[in-house]
């Protein structure tokens, strides 16, 4: 199991959803499906890559496993 680190990440950098969808060019539920634990296994490592980039982390940064 993981356990998203996107919620934490985007409070850190004071970054919304919204401009994090923006940065992304992703939609607004992508990023909300994988701010949570369940959502973020489910998500496509391109995705997550996309949102790395927007974060300016590596893309393991996103997430940690449980």
């Known amino acids: ?10 409070r850190e950098k004071k970054i919304t959803v919204r401009a994090l ?9 992508t990023i909300n499906k ?7 296994s489910e ?7 996309r ?3 927007a974060l300016e982390v590596k893309t393991k940064d996103l997430y940690e496993e449980e």
């Open 1 to 10: 199991m993981f356990a998203s680190k996107i919620k934490w990440l985007m």
């Open 51 to 53: 949102i790395a980039q």
């Open 21 to 29: 969808a923006e940065r992304a060019d992703i939609s607004i539920v």
């Open 43 to 49: 998500c496509r490592l391109s995705t997550l890559g």
């Open 34 to 40: 994988a701010r949570q634990d369940s959502g973020i």
